[in-house]
């Protein structure tokens, strides 16, 4: 149960955030988020987020081919592909799969993809992380997933869905923002924000601790790193970058 100081504000923020407290009771607010609102802020926020972390996205990918197949191809597979700006840092003559649950972001997509034509793009599905039967067991050589894990309803039940699509040797790479260090300002402004911010912004949650349902999850090897990306006016500073290879 959190701190009383902590409910407060919180109550205090439900407030301020009132009107759309009303539309989701009058279930108006979730369809109308999926469909305009969260697209439409995605692409702006990636613009921003991008120019923070590019160099790290850079770093992150470097080692992609290294996964390609002994068939000599690149399979990747993304999870909640969104807007699609990870499709820059992807190898030229990859094969990608793009999954999403939510289908309203084609105009970002396709412009994306039209600035991207170095890749292959082979299948969109609409499809939750947690249920990827979609897709083979065993099928695919790199799953990249960034800022998504923040909003999925199970983690452990998706990296679980990883797992079983990547082949055996295959890499799974993320970039996640997560919960501060509980005896920080930040974790306790996370925890005032988090049900207002989980309501406006899709279902993202604030304070998972991602770094420990990857150190749980069947990985043979995992490389890890917590890194700062300040986004000001925001309580999403501390992210998770890395990646792990089945
Ligand atoms: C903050 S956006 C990130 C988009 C993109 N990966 C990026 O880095 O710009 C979160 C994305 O995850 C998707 N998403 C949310 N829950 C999901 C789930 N359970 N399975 C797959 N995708 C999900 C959302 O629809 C959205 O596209």
Same mark, same amino acid.
């Given at each position: 149960?959190?701190?009383?100081?902590?409910? *407060?504000? =919180?109550? @205090?923020?439900?407030?301020?955030?009132?009107?759309?407290?009303?539309?989701? $009771?009058?279930?108006?607010?979730?369809?109308? @988020? =999926?469909?305009? $609102?969260?697209?439409?802020?995605?692409?702006?926020?990636?613009?921003?987020?991008?120019?923070?972390?590019?160099?790290?996205?850079?770093?992150?990918? %470097?080692?992609?081919?290294?996964? /390609? +197949?002994? +068939?000599?191809?690149?399979?990747?597979?993304?999870?909640? /592909?969104?807007?699609?700006?990870? *499709?820059?840092?992807?190898?030229? !003559?990859?094969?990608?799969?793009?999954?999403?649950?939510?289908?309203? *972001?084609?105009?970002?997509?396709?412009? &994306?993809?039209?600035?991207?034509?170095?890749? #292959?793009?082979?299948?969109?599905?609409?499809?939750?992380?947690?249920?990827?039967?979609?897709?083979? +067991?065993?099928?695919?050589?790199?799953?990249? @997933?960034?800022?998504?894990? @923040?909003?999925?309803?199970?983690?452990?039940? /998706?990296?679980?869905?990883?797992? =079983?699509?990547? %082949?055996?040797?295959?890499?799974?790479?993320?970039?996640? #923002?997560?919960?501060?260090? =509980?005896? &920080?300002?930040?974790? $306790?402004?996370?925890?005032?924000?988090?049900?207002t911010w989980k309501l406006v912004f899709a279902g993202c949650c604030l304070t998972r601790e991602l770094w420990k349902n990857l150190e749980e999850a069947k990985f043979s090897d995992l490389k890890v790193q917590h890194i700062?990306?300040?986004?000001? !006016?925001?309580?999403?500073?501390?992210?998770?970058? !890395? $990646?792990?290879?089945?």
């Amino acid at each position: 149960m959190p701190e009383p100081s902590v409910l *407060f504000l =919180r109550a @205090c923020l439900a407030v301020l955030a009132m009107p759309i407290y009303l539309l989701s $009771f009058l279930g108006i607010w979730e369809p109308f @988020c =999926r469909k305009i $609102f969260f697209p439409y802020f995605l692409e702006k926020l990636s613009t921003i987020h991008e120019k923070k972390v590019e160099k790290k996205k850079q770093e992150l990918f %470097r080692n992609l081919p290294d996964f /390609t +197949s002994s +068939s000599g191809e690149l399979r990747l597979l993304e999870i909640g /592909t969104g807007c699609g700006t990870n *499709f820059k840092y992807y190898p030229p !003559g990859c094969k990608v799969t793009c999954t999403d649950v939510n289908p309203h *972001f084609q105009e970002a997509l396709s412009r &994306s993809m039209s600035k991207n034509q170095h890749i #292959h793009y082979e299948r969109f599905l609409v499809a939750a992380g947690e249920d990827l039967h979609q897709v083979s +067991s065993g099928s695919v050589d790199a799953v990249i @997933c960034t800022l998504v894990l @923040c909003s999925v309803h199970d983690v452990n039940g /998706t990296l679980k869905e990883v797992l =079983r699509v990547l %082949r055996p040797g295959g890499a799974f790479y993320f970039l996640e #923002h997560v919960a501060a260090d =509980r005896s &920080s300002w930040k974790y $306790f402004w996370q925890q005032v924000c988090y049900p207002t911010w989980k309501l406006v912004f899709a279902g993202c949650c604030l304070t998972r601790e991602l770094w420990k349902n990857l150190e749980e999850a069947k990985f043979s090897d995992l490389k890890v790193q917590h890194i700062s990306i300040p986004l000001p !006016g925001t309580p999403i500073k501390p992210h998770i970058i !890395g $990646f792990a290879v089945k």
